[in-house]
């Protein structure tokens, strides 16, 4: 119920594929965490407490150490997570999303692109964003090799120093095949234990991104402001009046700048402009499924910022580029 009664701007300026993405990624991620918490974790607590608990048989000074290295593999992952991969992906998303609207258009407007001559400029912009994506990928394989790779060097560390103490004992004559063996052993559950929870770590903090980003969807987004509010729309002749009306989906892509026109309604009035030029944008912004990010559109006198929108979608009818059928009759769709 509040995705309907979601601004639209919003959900323009990002895509529908984008949408989407953001809302399946959302809840799928949010049933996957859960059943990690629930499943995966406390398997995770039980090797450790089994763990912990063998260490503290073969010596105290052990559980020490291990806990010691063990909380310092946690605050580097979660460093590099925090500081380094959060915000490489969603910076790497925002270049794949980018460059796969201006793969989109360069399909849409084939035609337009060749006509205009504009076939290099078209590619190599392409390229630049193909290249922007490679740069992102190797920086994040980059840290995550560093992430997985600090629990190796714990356990490499362990198995030196073991050795060192196995070689040391043989020297003072006081060598423990016993415990030498058991310390090998060890060292081989414990390296299993630190890759298995930093991979656990890992996916759950990937699936809480997701999650926070869905949440954010509905929590920072403002509704509809006057969807079934205000005065009722009167519907006179339909005289459209449009004055230095600006619109943007971004900071680098402005549709409108101080842009007008009248449309009378005695008048057809056709909109001929080359794709992507605006057209559908305009007609959305009468329909006021989109607003303007400066100044009004008059229809009849009447302010539609200031009026019930829904009296006024009773009078609209809109056929998209795209369009649904519901699942119904003919009279219904």
Same mark, same amino acid.
């Given at each position: 119920?509040?995705?309907?009664?979601?601004?639209?701007?919003?959900?323009?300026?990002?895509?529908?594929?984008?949408?989407?993405?953001?809302?399946?990624?959302?809840?799928?991620?949010?049933?996957?965490?859960?059943?990690?918490?629930?499943?995966?974790?406390?398997?995770?607590?039980?090797?450790?407490?089994?763990?912990?608990?063998?260490?503290?048989?073969?010596?105290?000074?052990?559980?020490?150490?291990?806990?010691?290295?063990?909380?310092?593999?946690?605050?580097?992952?979660?460093?590099?997570?925090?500081?380094?991969?959060?915000?490489?992906?969603?910076?790497?998303?925002?270049?794949?999303?980018?460059?796969?609207?201006?793969?989109?258009?360069?399909?849409?407007?084939?035609?337009?692109?060749?006509?205009?001559?504009? #076939? $290099?400029?078209? !590619?190599?912009? &392409? %390229?630049?964003?193909?290249?922007? @994506?490679?740069?992102?990928?190797?920086? /994040?394989?980059?840290?995550?090799?560093?992430?997985?790779?600090?629990?190796?060097?714990?356990?490499?560390?362990?198995?030196?120093?073991?050795?060192?103490?196995?070689?040391?004992?043989?020297?003072?004559?006081?060598?423990?095949?016993?415990?030498?063996?058991?310390?090998?052993?060890?060292?081989?559950?414990?390296?299993?234990?630190?890759?298995?929870?930093?991979?656990?770590?890992?996916?759950?903090?990937?699936?809480?991104?997701?999650?926070?980003?869905?949440?954010?969807?509905?929590? #920072? $987004?403002?509704? !509809?402001?006057? &969807? %079934?509010?205000?005065?009722?729309? @009167?519907?006179?002749?339909?005289?459209? /009046?449009?004055?230095?009306?600006?619109?943007?989906?971004?900071?680098?892509?402005?549709?409108?700048?101080?842009?007008?026109?009248?449309?009378?309604?005695?008048?057809?009035?056709?909109?001929?402009?080359?794709?992507?030029?605006?057209?559908?944008?305009?007609?959305?912004?009468?329909?006021?499924?989109?607003?303007?990010?400066?100044?009004?559109?008059?229809?009849?006198?009447?302010?539609?910022?200031?009026?019930?929108?829904?009296?006024?979608?009773?009078?609209?009818?809109?056929?998209?580029? $795209?369009?649904?059928?519901?699942?119904?009759?003919?009279?219904?769709?």
């Amino acid at each position: 119920r509040k995705f309907f009664l979601l601004e639209a701007n919003y959900i323009e300026k990002i895509g529908t594929g984008r949408t989407i993405s953001l809302l399946q990624d959302g809840v799928n991620n949010r049933v996957d965490a859960l059943l990690m918490i629930q499943y995966e974790f406390p398997n995770l607590v039980i090797k450790l407490w089994f763990t912990l608990y063998l260490l503290w048989n073969i010596g105290r000074s052990y559980v020490t150490i291990f806990l010691f290295l063990f909380v310092c593999m946690y605050i580097f992952v979660w460093w590099i997570n925090k500081r380094y991969l959060t915000t490489l992906r969603s910076t790497r998303k925002q270049i794949w999303t980018e460059s796969s609207r201006h793969l989109v258009r360069m399909i849409m407007a084939k035609q337009e692109i060749l006509y205009s001559n504009h #076939t $290099e400029k078209e !590619i190599d912009s &392409y %390229n630049t964003k193909v290249q922007e @994506q490679q740069n992102i990928n190797y920086r /994040i394989t980059h840290y995550i090799f560093c992430m997985f790779n600090f629990p190796l060097i714990i356990v490499q560390s362990l198995s030196i120093v073991t050795l060192l103490y196995a070689y040391i004992s043989i020297r003072d004559g006081n060598f423990s095949l016993g415990l030498f063996s058991a310390l090998l052993a060890m060292i081989g559950y414990l390296s299993q234990l630190m890759l298995k929870s930093t991979e656990s770590y890992k996916q759950l903090w990937d699936q809480f991104i997701h999650i926070d980003k869905y949440r954010d969807f509905f929590d #920072t $987004e403002q509704v !509809i402001s006057h &969807y %079934n509010e205000w005065k009722a729309f @009167q519907w006179l002749w339909w005289t459209i /009046i449009i004055e230095d009306v600006s619109f943007s989906y971004s900071k680098s892509i402005t549709v409108f700048k101080n842009f007008s026109i009248t449309i009378q309604w005695w008048k057809k009035t056709a909109l001929v402009w080359p794709s992507w030029g605006g057209k559908s944008t305009l007609i959305k912004l009468i329909a006021w499924y989109l607003q303007p990010d400066s100044w009004e559109i008059v229809v009849d006198d009447q302010k539609l910022s200031e009026v019930n929108l829904l009296s006024y979608y009773k009078h609209v009818g809109y056929l998209t580029q $795209e369009p649904s059928v519901f699942d119904g009759t003919i009279r219904e769709n």
